[in-house]
């Protein structure tokens, strides 16, 4: 084949590829997104809650599993093996094994009757064996897609001839035992790989007895044990006796940073996730009494600290430092567990309850099959081999690699990466995208104007998160006696897959032409249930939700009756408001197809690199004199290239792209429009330009802190990292005795938060002097050394090279003082416990990331918000890590937060990925919550106009033959759907569509039924 | 001539301004003359209740009633005329929207009663002598109607056909009426939709001939604290003009009088409560600066006290068809905010 | 914090006969009505006896729905919205502030007790403060006693 193709395989359906496989897709791409297992969702569908905002882990990523496998553009092979790749980018033919289901996909309804009778029982991989399931299975009741799948080595007939239950009870006839392998070739230009890790398996760290004691569960049957889908229904309850545990030990770091089991490196995410279970658990449990055991505690990311902060000093949880467990035991009778462990030399006994052992990342199992297969280089640890500066490609030209397969990682780095790895994969098929219009045919929708409201009420037990504390049937027995109502009914998931089939049989089946679901919050799943409805033909628009579980049956767990009440009322105001609504259309706007890059520094180069390789021309804009930004002062070598040297390389290749237009000594005056169709006023030296845009990139980038501490600017041998690394790299080194500072600037009271890079920037410039000058002495005071992933390499070579790393407590920080020449540094060794004196000659500052001080005014322009820290903040900390709440505008680079260049370059990939979704768009759709003007009312008195935040409305003439004759007109393009003009109208000629006041007023008098009038 | 029709003209709590107003229609009074027998109009015309009573039942073919209900007089007389009329026009704002009698639903009876009877500085009433239902003397007993606690509007009590609001209804909305029966009656032209009101669907905005720019007032003025511009918007001048949440059909002429709109034509059919829709309109005008968000809770209240009487501002016509209606009495006293 | 009191707050039984306020609580779509999902998120317990009315922003809540509720019995009503500067609509929530200044205004003049009628910022990362919100002003509308509309 040499006929180029606009298509890429993502390999593996966890969150990473899920996430590129959509932003492919939306770029107009198709993709074919494999997955070995029988559904997609990774691990993140095994988690209960995510770190730091707690979200509900399947409730994010259950949209997204949703809309990937309904994506028009998406292919998705569940049960699919990659056996090789041949040929070269763009022109690959890929080679794919494809399992036997055993069960129709075509026929299966999920209905789940054959599990029901089938005898065989196996544990279930979905809760880490301490669940069964049957031979015929769904991993998770939301699994998509949600159809069974027969495990072939358990299952009688399949191995014995025996049984057949399955086939006898289907009634969709779904089952077929005859099913072989299928080989099948694709062709695509580009592949992703995402195949994920797997968690690390602590038998074999035997002290710990791990499989042995049952007391001792891993991280993830942890967070199967808080789930309430879980199998004690997020009762926190122990294995052996069922009993709440009271005293809970974490162990941190198994199978990582352990050398003996081949992981030296940090898996990053074991601190974080401990915190976020102790917490969930202490929340949800009476007594519940959380330890953790750990070495350095790595809050590194995005008010990780914070959240670190509020675990010790709100929630009370208990952080050993600097320790190291030696053996768990187990008394026989109690069952209960004592941990020997050591601080420094001291070493201490204490018995608990439970004891959760946080296991590290380790390479999936298919990875050495994958590199195998595929060429793919891996690291000595398995993990897929990355560089610095390219940190989402492998060896292989047109493979490229996002999640945890390149390294243990966070799910908003994943995610942020596998944006990136569109942004890659994309640079080889650009020039075949299709349009939507080429894939989908609109559905035709069905004409509801005039007909009487048919309300069908789909009520979701939610597992039982809503059914423990709601009487379901109660409220669908309720439901089924209120006007319109003509079809009522509980489901288990309304979410899940088959239930969006359910919902779109019985709009046909009963003549729906409203439908309200009650569940959980419309935030999360609105758009899920109407993009159901949709494809039934309805108006996406003739949906309303009731909310009965995040602000009812949560938050009214003890008290049954009065929230089944509540729940009735709720779902009683959703239809009132049902019966007003009305079919929306959204109207499409063209998309200006280049793109403005903010900032002229790695991220924001970058970006602008990845969108001119798609053909789309981008404005790059810097304030200052010259591109570079911070990176330009970096010296030391990383991965045989100095920063400096790669950032001036990088340069020259924005500037001989004829796609990018450098604008020096820039800075944004304004910005007005709306997504795809931004016209961003432009400060030059050559005076003001107003530039049109489709989308914003924000790559501001930071600032490095100037430190005030340590005399610094008053003792010439106090330094910061970055004059370190200039004197290290200019021959201008010759301390003998160098002491470095941790956390100048960064975890202390007026900056709380970590600023993650400068650990391991100290550790590489600690070993660089070692290695230069190998008699040098180097001290390394610290607070946590936070080498995450592969960097705690950095931290063992160090250690190996003989640089000393002392411990100081979080609230005493070192004291430098001068007596005569001589430098003095006293500082409380906390492993010793006892204060020590050194005398340096040199003494390094490593200073932390500050945000610029003008982001405020940038964010007022874009209509973006900031951290309490003072850098941007994103739409969603996990799941949508680039993007802003305004759409069309993006993140990436230390504008975001402190990172290192490898994370910035795949995070300002990323947000090139996300800003071509919109840009590669011949139209976009508008919103359908809008303003409209009744012009029968209307007169133009103006009211509305200074009111609009958005500049949307213009009042203008009526009468062609009356000047005087006014009213008021809304651009469609520029509402943003607030209804502040609505409520301002004061003629009531303005209504908010979705919102109109009747519906409200519906609402508010269905609220109060029974009371006056 | 037999093919007259009947015409009933009658008014309830009001000022008698709208009995003028029908007098005010000039030589049109005579085309009037010509195709109804005004068979009842106490302002006018010599009549007795009894004689309305006397009358078979929908033998009038419009009683125009003006005026608020107030008392049992009102009342009664309403359900009276609407036994006996086939239409039933709600005439002036009174009956529309309660008017002015209306505001007495601050207050109730005994409140009104306390302060004509006894609080006012020219009242001279030792005794405490308070008008009663009935009083019985030498004579016998006579009566009084019942004064009520709540002013109510027409279609408050009784079925109503067409509305013709305003204080009071312009000549031209008379004569657009009139002219809509005579071509019923003569030429049998279908009436207006039963509900339909006689005025515009617009407002007042719409009517009003001065020039209009951008609506950001930096303070609010009573219209005696400023040299009022004839051109200019009222409302951008920071006066408080009712007219953007008014209905149309009065001609401005208040504004053609360099006066700001009271809003006696009441809201537009999409607007609820006029009060409310103005008062939102009014509080979204106030600029918003670079300092918006410095600002407490306390600048935002010293900001709005700007407006001295909200109630009585804004609800100067409409109070008794509000969605509140009328002064409410919590049980338990609460401080009054300083 | 209050974690350990938030699985323990065991309802006060309500003892029969005492008033139970019926709340309106508006809430915008981005700060407060997600405020008031992190509330359920975290499990966090109040009374039930609030209903929330969601509209895109503060400031799409008209007088007229507050006049409205009042008229059909609400005992309080409850406007939530993001922060001042926190707007998702960058500025809508300062109009909703002068228009709940003067409606206050009105619904004294009406009578009212006008603290039935409350303004709070909620943001969404405020699960606790919606929770405390929601505590607090049941228990001030409860010692006002019922709404007095239907004692006219």
Same mark, same amino acid.
């Given at each position: 084949?040499?006929?180029?193709?606009?298509?890429?395989?993502?390999?593996?359906?966890?969150?990473?590829?899920?996430?590129? *496989?959509?932003?492919?897709?939306?770029? &107009?791409?198709?993709?074919?997104?494999?997955?070995?297992?029988?559904?997609?969702?990774?691990?993140?569908?095994?988690?209960?809650?995510?770190?730091?905002?707690? =979200?509900?882990?399947?409730?994010?990523?259950?949209?997204?599993?949703?809309?990937?496998?309904?994506?028009?553009?998406?292919?998705?092979? #569940?049960?699919?093996?990659?056996?090789?790749?041949?040929?070269?980018?763009?022109?690959?033919?890929?080679?794919?094994?494809?399992? @036997?289901?055993?069960?129709?996909?075509?026929?299966?309804? &999920?209905?789940?009757?054959?599990?029901?009778?089938?005898?065989?029982?196996?544990?279930?991989?979905?809760?880490?064996?301490?669940?069964?399931?049957?031979?015929?299975?769904?991993?998770?009741?939301? *699994?998509?897609?949600?159809?069974?799948?027969?495990?072939?080595?358990?299952?009688?007939?399949?191995?014995?001839?025996?049984?057949?239950?399955?086939?006898?009870?289907?009634?969709?006839?779904?089952?077929?035992?005859?099913?072989?392998?299928?080989?099948?070739?694709?062709?695509?230009?580009?592949?992703?790989?995402?195949?994920?890790?797997?968690?690390?398996?602590?038998?074999?760290?035997?002290?710990?007895?791990?499989?042995?004691?049952?007391?001792?569960?891993?991280?993830?049957?942890?967070?199967?044990?808080?789930?309430?889908?879980?199998?004690?229904?997020?009762?926190?309850?122990?294995?052996?006796?069922?009993?709440?545990?009271?005293?809970?030990?974490?162990?941190?770091?198994?199978?990582?940073?352990?050398?003996?089991?081949?992981? @030296?490196?940090?898996?990053?995410?074991?601190?974080?996730?401990?915190?976020?279970?102790?917490?969930?658990?202490?929340?949800?449990?009476?007594?519940?009494?959380?330890?953790?055991?750990?070495?350095?505690?790595?809050?590194?990311?995005?008010?990780?600290?914070?959240?670190?902060?509020?675990?010790?000093?709100?929630?009370?949880?208990?952080?050993?430092?600097?320790?190291?467990?030696?053996?768990?035991?187990?008394?026989?009778?109690?069952?209960?567990?004592?941990?020997?462990?050591?601080?420094?030399?001291?070493?201490?006994?204490?018995?608990?309850?439970?004891?959760?052992?946080?296991?590290?990342?380790?390479?999936?199992?298919?990875?050495?099959?994958?590199?195998?297969?595929?060429?793919?280089?891996?690291?000595?640890?398995?993990?897929?081999?990355?560089?610095?500066?390219?940190?989402?490609?492998?060896?292989?030209?047109?493979?490229?690699?996002?999640?945890?397969?390149?390294?243990?990682?966070?799910?908003?780095?994943?995610?942020?990466?596998?944006?990136?790895?569109?942004?890659?994969?994309?640079?080889?098929?650009?020039?075949?995208?299709?349009?939507?219009?080429?894939?989908?045919?609109?559905?035709?929708?069905?004409?509801?104007?005039?007909?009487?409201?048919?309300?069908?009420?789909?009520?979701?037990?939610?597992?039982?998160?809503?059914?423990?504390?709601?009487?379901?049937?109660?409220?669908?027995?309720?439901?089924?006696?209120?006007?319109?109502?003509?079809?009522?009914?509980?489901?288990?998931? #309304?979410?899940?897959?088959?239930?969006?089939?359910?919902?779109?049989?019985?709009?046909?089946?009963?003549?729906?032409?409203?439908?309200?679901?009650?569940?959980?919050?419309?935030? #999360?799943?609105?758009?899920?249930?109407?993009?159901?409805?949709?494809?039934?033909?309805?108006?996406?628009?003739?949906?309303?939700?009731?909310?009965?579980?995040?602000?009812?049956?949560?938050?009214?767990?003890?008290?049954?009756?009065?929230?089944?009440?509540?729940?009735?009322?709720?779902?009683?105001?959703?239809?009132?408001?049902?019966?007003?609504?009305?079919?929306?259309?959204?109207?499409?706007?063209?998309?200006?197809?280049?793109?403005?890059?903010?900032?002229?520094?790695?991220?924001?180069?970058?970006?602008?690199?990845?969108?001119?390789?798609?053909?789309?021309?981008?404005?790059?804009?810097?304030?200052?004199?010259?591109?570079?930004?911070?990176?330009?002062?970096?010296?030391?070598?990383?991965?045989?290239?100095?920063?400096?040297?790669?950032?001036?390389?990088?340069?020259?290749?924005?500037?001989?792209?004829?796609?990018?237009?450098?604008?020096?000594?820039?800075?944004?005056?304004?910005?007005?429009?709306?997504?795809?169709?931004?016209?961003?006023?432009?400060?030059? @030296?050559?005076?003001?330009?107003?530039?049109?845009?489709?989308?914003?990139?924000?790559?501001?980038?930071?600032?490095?802190?100037?430190?005030?501490?340590?005399?610094?600017?008053?003792?010439?041998?106090?330094?910061?990292?970055?004059?370190?690394?200039?004197?290290?790299?200019?021959?201008?080194?010759?301390?003998?005795?160098?002491?470095?500072?941790?956390?100048?600037?960064?975890?202390?009271?007026?900056?709380?938060?970590?600023?993650?890079?400068?650990?391991?920037? *100290?550790?590489?410039?600690?070993?660089?002097?070692?290695?230069?000058?190998?008699? #040098?002495?180097?001290?390394?005071?610290?607070?946590?050394?936070?080498?995450?992933?592969?960097?705690?390499?950095?931290?063992?070579?160090?250690?190996?090279?003989?640089?000393?790393?002392?411990?100081?407590?979080?609230?005493?920080?070192?004291?430098?003082?001068?007596?005569?020449?001589?430098?003095?540094?006293?500082?409380?060794?906390?492993?010793?416990?006892?204060?020590?004196?050194?005398?340096?000659?040199?003494?390094?500052?490593?200073?932390?990331?500050?945000?610029?001080?003008?982001?405020?005014?940038?964010?007022?322009?874009?209509?973006?918000?900031?951290?309490?820290?003072?850098?941007?903040?994103?739409?969603?900390?996990?799941?949508? @890590?680039?993007?802003?709440?305004?759409?069309?505008?993006?993140?990436?680079?230390?504008?975001?937060?402190?990172?290192?260049?490898?994370?910035?370059? *795949?995070?300002?990939?990323?947000?090139?990925?996300?800003?071509?979704?919109?840009?590669?768009?011949?139209?976009?759709?508008?919103?359908?919550?809008?303003?409209?003007?009744?012009?029968?009312?209307? =007169?133009?008195?103006?009211?509305?106009?200074?009111?609009?935040?958005?500049?949307?409305?213009?009042?203008?003439?009526?009468?062609?033959?009356?000047?005087?004759?006014?009213?008021?007109?809304?651009?469609?393009?520029?509402?943003?759907?607030? &209804?502040?003009?609505?409520?301002?109208?004061?003629?009531?000629?303005?209504?908010?569509?979705?919102?109109?006041?009747?519906?409200?007023?519906?609402?508010?008098?269905?609220?109060?039924?029974?009371?006056?009038? | 001539?037999?093919?007259?029709?009947?015409?009933?003209?009658?008014?309830?709590?009001?000022?008698?301004?709208?009995?003028?107003?029908?007098?005010?229609?000039?030589?049109?009074?005579?085309?009037?003359?010509?195709?109804?027998?005004?068979?009842?109009? +106490?302002?006018?015309?010599?009549?007795?209740?009894?004689?309305?009573?006397?009358?078979?039942?929908?033998?009038?073919?419009?009683?125009?009633?003006?005026?608020?209900?107030?008392?049992?007089?009102?009342?009664?007389?309403?359900?009276?005329?609407?036994?006996?009329?086939?239409?039933?026009?709600?005439?002036?704002?009174?009956?529309? %929207?309660?008017?002015?009698?209306?505001?007495?639903?601050?207050?109730?009876?005994?409140?009104?009663?306390?302060?004509?009877?006894?609080?006012?500085?020219?009242?001279?009433?030792?005794?405490?002598?308070? +008008?009663?239902?009935?009083?019985?003397?030498?004579?016998?007993?006579? $009566?009084?109607?019942?004064?009520?606690? !709540?002013?109510?509007?027409?279609?408050?009590?009784?079925?109503?056909?067409?509305?013709?609001?305003?204080?009071?209804?312009? !000549?031209?909305?008379?004569?657009?009426?009139?002219?809509?029966?005579?071509?019923?009656?003569?030429?049998?032209?279908?009436?207006?939709?039963?509900?339909?009101?006689?005025?515009?669907?617009?407002?007042?905005?719409?009517?009003?001939?001065?020039?209009?720019?951008?609506?950001?007032?930096?303070?609010? %003025?009573?219209?005696?604290?400023?040299?009022?511009?004839?051109?200019?918007?009222?409302?951008?001048?920071?006066?408080?003009?009712?007219?953007?949440?008014?209905?149309?059909?009065?001609?401005?002429?208040?504004?053609?009088?360099?006066?700001?709109?009271?809003?006696?034509?009441?809201?537009?059919?999409?607007?609820?409560?006029?009060?409310?829709?103005?008062?939102?309109?009014?509080?979204?005008?106030?600029?918003?600066? $670079?300092?918006?968000?410095?600002?407490?809770?306390?600048?935002?209240?010293?900001?709005?006290?700007?407006?001295?009487?909200?109630?009585?501002?804004? %609800?100067?016509?409409?109070?008794?068809?509000?969605?509140?209606?009328?002064?409410?009495?919590?049980?338990?006293?609460?401080?009054?905010?300083? | 914090?209050?974690?350990?009191?938030?699985?323990? /707050?065991?309802?006060?039984? /309500?003892?029969?006969?005492?008033?139970?306020?019926?709340?309106?609580?508006?809430?915008?779509?981005?700060?407060?009505?997600?405020? /008031?999902?992190?509330?359920?998120?975290?499990?966090?317990?109040?009374?039930?006896?609030?209903?929330?009315?969601?509209?895109?922003?503060?400031?799409?809540?008209?007088?007229?729905?507050?006049?409205?509720?009042?008229?059909?019995?609400?005992?309080?009503?409850?406007?939530?919205?993001?922060?001042? /500067?926190?707007?998702?609509?960058?500025?809508?929530?300062?109009?909703?502030?002068?228009?709940?200044?003067?409606?206050?205004?009105?619904?004294?003049?009406?009578?009212?007790?006008?603290?039935?009628?409350?303004?709070?910022?909620?943001?969404?990362?405020?699960?606790?403060?919606?929770?405390?919100?929601?505590?607090?002003?049941?228990?001030?509308?409860?010692?006002?006693?019922?709404?007095?509309?239907?004692?006219?």
């Amino acid at each position: 084949m040499s006929e180029k193709t606009g298509s890429v395989l993502v390999v593996g359906g966890g969150i990473g590829g899920v996430q590129t *496989a959509l932003d492919l897709a939306e770029s &107009g791409f198709k993709v074919y997104l494999t997955e070995r297992k029988p559904s997609i969702g990774g691990v993140m569908a095994q988690l209960d809650k995510t770190f730091p905002t707690n =979200d509900c882990s399947m409730c994010i990523l259950s949209p997204k599993l949703v809309e990937a496998a309904r994506h028009p553009m998406i292919t998705m092979m #569940t049960l699919t093996e990659v056996m090789s790749i041949e040929g070269e980018a763009p022109n690959f033919t890929v080679t794919l094994k494809k399992h @036997p289901r055993y069960v129709r996909e075509d026929r299966c309804v &999920g209905c789940g009757l054959c599990a029901e009778k089938c005898p065989s029982k196996v544990s279930s991989e979905y809760e880490v064996g301490m669940m069964q399931r049957k031979a015929i299975f769904v991993p998770y009741a939301q *699994a998509v897609p949600m159809k069974y799948s027969i495990d072939a080595s358990n299952c009688l007939w399949l191995t014995k001839q025996r049984c057949g239950n399955c086939k006898k009870v289907c009634p969709a006839d779904a089952i077929d035992y005859e099913q072989k392998e299928v080989i099948e070739k694709v062709h695509v230009g580009s592949v992703v790989l995402a195949p994920g890790f797997e968690p690390f398996d602590p038998t074999v760290k035997r002290e710990y007895g791990y499989g042995e004691f049952k007391n001792v569960v891993t991280s993830l049957e942890f967070e199967r044990i808080l789930s309430a889908t879980g199998p004690y229904q997020g009762h926190v309850v122990r294995p052996t006796d069922h009993k709440t545990p009271k005293k809970v030990a974490f162990i941190q770091c198994v199978g990582s940073r352990d050398e003996k089991v081949g992981n @030296p490196y940090c898996s990053s995410v074991c601190c974080m996730y401990a915190l976020k279970q102790a917490i969930i658990a202490k929340e949800h449990t009476a007594g519940f009494e959380p330890h953790i055991f750990f070495m350095d505690i790595r809050a590194f990311g995005k008010e990780f600290e914070d959240y670190r902060a509020r675990a010790e000093n709100e929630y009370g949880i208990k952080l050993y430092r600097g320790t190291r467990v030696a053996s768990v035991d187990e008394d026989p009778e109690s069952k209960n567990l004592t941990l020997r462990y050591s601080v420094g030399s001291d070493v201490s006994e204490q018995e608990f309850d439970l004891v959760i052992l946080s296991v590290g990342l380790e390479p999936t199992k298919s990875a050495k099959e994958i590199s195998d297969r595929l060429g793919v280089q891996l690291n000595p640890y398995g993990f897929c081999q990355t560089t610095v500066y390219n940190p989402l490609e492998t060896n292989r030209p047109g493979i490229y690699v996002t999640g945890a397969f390149s390294s243990p990682k966070d799910i908003p780095t994943t995610v942020a990466e596998a944006s990136g790895a569109a942004a890659k994969a994309g640079k080889h098929v650009f020039e075949n995208r299709i349009s939507i219009d080429d894939v989908v045919k609109e559905t035709v929708e069905t004409d509801v104007k005039g007909q009487e409201a048919r309300i069908g009420v789909f009520v979701c037990d939610c597992g039982i998160n809503i059914a423990a504390t709601v009487n379901v049937p109660s409220v669908v027995e309720y439901v089924k006696t209120l006007p319109n109502v003509v079809f009522a009914e509980e489901n288990k998931y #309304t979410c899940s897959a088959d239930s969006q089939e359910l919902i779109k049989k019985k709009i046909k089946e009963h003549s729906l032409n409203r439908v309200v679901v009650a569940s959980c919050t419309p935030r #999360t799943h609105e758009a899920l249930f109407q993009s159901t409805i949709k494809e039934a033909g309805l108006n996406q628009f003739l949906f309303e939700m009731a909310n009965i579980r995040d602000q009812c049956s949560w938050i009214h767990m003890h008290e049954p009756e009065k929230a089944t009440q509540k729940a009735k009322d709720l779902v009683r105001m959703a239809v009132a408001k049902s019966r007003f609504l009305e079919p929306l259309s959204k109207s499409r706007l063209g998309v200006t197809h280049s793109a403005i890059v903010v900032g002229g520094g790695l991220a924001g180069m970058t970006a602008a690199l990845d969108m001119a390789a798609q053909d789309f021309n981008v404005d790059l804009v810097e304030r200052s004199d010259k591109l570079g930004g911070l990176a330009l002062n970096l010296m030391t070598p990383e991965g045989g290239i100095s920063p400096s040297k790669y950032i001036a390389d990088l340069i020259e290749k924005v500037k001989a792209d004829d796609h990018i237009t450098i604008r020096l000594n820039s800075t944004i005056a304004d910005v007005a429009g709306f997504v795809g169709n931004y016209k961003v006023k432009v400060k030059t @030296p050559e005076g003001e330009k107003e530039i049109e845009t489709g989308a914003i990139v924000v790559a501001t980038g930071g600032q490095e802190y100037k430190p005030k501490e340590y005399m610094y600017g008053v003792e010439k041998n106090v330094v910061t990292q970055n004059e370190l690394e200039d004197k290290l790299a200019n021959g201008r080194f010759d301390s003998k005795k160098v002491v470095m500072i941790q956390c100048v600037g960064s975890r202390n009271k007026d900056v709380p938060y970590c600023s993650r890079v400068c650990c391991s920037k *100290a550790l590489k410039n600690a070993i660089e002097i070692k290695k230069k000058h190998p008699k #040098t002495e180097v001290y390394v005071y610290h607070k946590d050394i936070r080498s995450y992933g592969f960097r705690e390499l950095l931290y063992k070579e160090a250690g190996e090279l003989g640089v000393k790393f002392i411990r100081f407590p979080e609230d005493k920080d070192p004291v430098l003082s001068k007596d005569g020449a001589v430098l003095k540094l006293v500082a409380h060794d906390q492993i010793l416990g006892e204060d020590i004196l050194v005398k340096p000659d040199l003494v390094v500052l490593s200073t932390g990331t500050r945000p610029n001080p003008d982001n405020e005014e940038l964010a007022k322009m874009v209509k973006v918000p900031l951290s309490k820290d003072g850098y941007f903040l994103e739409a969603h900390m996990k799941l949508r @890590p680039v993007d802003f709440a305004t759409n069309g505008v993006y993140l990436c680079g230390l504008a975001h937060w402190p990172k290192f260049m490898d994370e910035t370059i *795949a995070q300002a990939s990323g947000a090139a990925a996300r800003a071509m979704t919109i840009i590669s768009k011949e139209f976009l759709e508008t919103q359908g919550i809008i303003a409209a003007v009744n012009e029968d009312v209307c =007169d133009g008195c103006g009211v509305c106009e200074p009111v609009c935040e958005y500049r949307a409305i213009t009042i203008v003439g009526s009468d062609s033959n009356d000047p005087s004759k006014l009213k008021a007109v809304v651009n469609e393009g520029l509402c943003m759907g607030c &209804g502040t003009c609505v409520a301002a109208c004061p003629s009531g000629a303005l209504e908010q569509k979705g919102f109109k006041t009747s519906q409200i007023l519906a609402q508010i008098d269905s609220a109060l039924e029974g009371g006056a009038k | 001539m037999t093919d007259k029709i009947n015409i009933a003209i009658y008014w309830g709590a009001g000022c008698g301004g709208c009995d003028v107003a029908l007098l005010d229609i000039d030589e049109k009074i005579l085309g009037l003359g010509e195709m109804a027998n005004i068979v009842f109009w +106490p302002i006018a015309v010599d009549g007795k209740t009894k004689d309305v009573e006397a009358m078979p039942d929908k033998s009038i073919v419009a009683t125009l009633y003006n005026g608020a209900i107030r008392n049992s007089e009102n009342e009664h007389m309403a359900k009276l005329l609407r036994q006996k009329s086939l239409l039933m026009v709600s005439f002036g704002s009174c009956a529309c %929207y309660g008017g002015i009698p209306g505001l007495g639903n601050v207050t109730n009876r005994k409140g009104i009663m306390d302060l004509v009877y006894t609080q006012l500085p020219t009242s001279d009433n030792v005794e405490k002598v308070f +008008p009663q239902i009935i009083t019985h003397t030498k004579d016998g007993e006579i $009566d009084l109607p019942e004064m009520y606690d !709540t002013v109510k509007t027409l279609d408050q009590c009784i079925d109503v056909d067409y509305y013709m609001p305003g204080c009071p209804p312009t !000549t031209n909305l008379i004569n657009e009426f009139l002219g809509v029966v005579e071509k019923h009656v003569k030429e049998g032209a279908p009436l207006p939709p039963k509900g339909a009101m006689i005025a515009s669907n617009k407002t007042l905005c719409d009517e009003c001939k001065r020039k209009k720019s951008v609506k950001k007032l930096d303070h609010i %003025y009573s219209p005696h604290e400023i040299a009022i511009d004839q051109e200019k918007c009222m409302l951008e001048q920071g006066i408080i003009c009712l007219g953007s949440s008014t209905r149309a059909g009065c001609g401005a002429k208040c504004l053609e009088g360099n006066q700001p709109c009271r809003g006696c034509m009441g809201p537009t059919a999409e607007v609820l409560d006029q009060g409310g829709s103005m008062l939102s309109a009014l509080a979204s005008v106030l600029k918003v600066d $670079d300092k918006e968000a410095l600002l407490n809770e306390n600048d935002i209240a010293e900001l709005m006290a700007q407006v001295k009487d909200p109630l009585g501002t804004f %609800y100067c016509y409409t109070l008794p068809k509000s969605i509140i209606k009328r002064k409410v009495t919590e049980r338990k006293p609460f401080k009054k905010e300083a | 914090m209050s974690s350990d009191q938030a699985v323990h /707050a065991e309802p006060k039984a /309500a003892e029969s006969g005492e008033f139970e306020p019926k709340l309106i609580v508006f809430c915008c779509n981005w700060c407060s009505y997600a405020g /008031a999902d992190l509330a359920g998120v975290s499990r966090l317990q109040m009374p039930t006896n609030f209903r929330v009315i969601r509209t895109m922003c503060s400031a799409r809540v008209d007088p007229e729905f507050v006049l409205r509720a009042f008229a059909n019995g609400a005992d309080g009503v409850l406007i939530l919205g993001c922060h001042p /500067a926190d707007c998702h609509y960058i500025g809508g929530n300062y109009r909703t502030r002068r228009r709940i200044a003067l409606l206050r205004v009105l619904l004294e003049q009406y009578g009212f007790n006008p603290d039935r009628l409350r303004l709070e910022w909620v943001s969404a990362s405020e699960g606790q403060k919606f929770q405390k919100t929601i505590k607090e002003f049941n228990e001030v509308v409860k010692e006002m006693g019922p709404n007095p509309i239907n004692d006219e």
